[in-house]
């Protein structure tokens, strides 16, 4: 056994060295189960934390979550383009994931972006509850949602104004991880 982990060590410090080795780490294509821990946006001085899961449950993914700290009222949900979580105010998480170059919408409609979540509602606590189905994206494969970041607005997506749906400023996000049930 040690000769063969030696050989193996030496075979791809040589392939190293010849420059012939590309490492690929590829994202099971099994993934079933997902969620994202929400947190305040740092610059927004909000109060804003969550939990939401994505189920695939045929071909369809099931989001459902609870994320409390809001203010009453209507707020732009989306799934956007980067899980990096870098930048004060949200910005590096860039914009709404949209493998398909779509026009912004609608969750319902099949013509806008795959991370058009539309608005979760928040009760007069402040806190939005939600359950429903999306089929513009997937946990595995080329749509993908997984190291993706869940963004919540301050405002109500219009669901007509090009980009973003006019939803203000970025006040929670998490990044969507791999989930263990």
Not at 56 to 70: H, K, N, P, Y
């Amino acid at each position: 056994m040690k000769s063969n982990h030696r050989f193996l060590i030496l075979t791809l410090i040589i392939l190293m060295l010849l420059g012939m080795t590309t490492i690929v780490v590829a994202a099971p294509e099994d993934i079933t189960f997902a969620v994202a821990r929400i947190f305040p946006v740092p610059a927004q001085g909000s109060a804003v934390s969550g939990l939401v899961t994505f189920t695939v449950e045929g071909d369809a993914v099931r989001v459902s979550g609870s994320i409390t700290g809001l203010s009453p009222g209507k707020h732009g949900f989306h799934v956007h383009e980067f899980g990096d979580m870098s930048a004060n105010d949200g910005s590096s998480a860039g914009g709404h994931f949209n493998p398909g170059n779509k026009q912004h919408g609608s969750r319902e409609s099949m013509e806008s972006h795959a991370g058009d979540l539309g608005n979760v509602v928040a009760d007069a606590s402040g806190t939005a509850t939600f359950d429903f189905l999306v089929r513009k994206f997937s946990l595995s494969g080329n749509d993908s949602i997984i190291g993706r970041a869940l963004v919540i607005h301050r405002d109500e997506d219009d669901l007509m104004s090009q980009p973003a749906g006019n939803s203000g400023p970025r006040i929670g996000w998490g990044v969507i991880g791999v989930g263990k049930r």
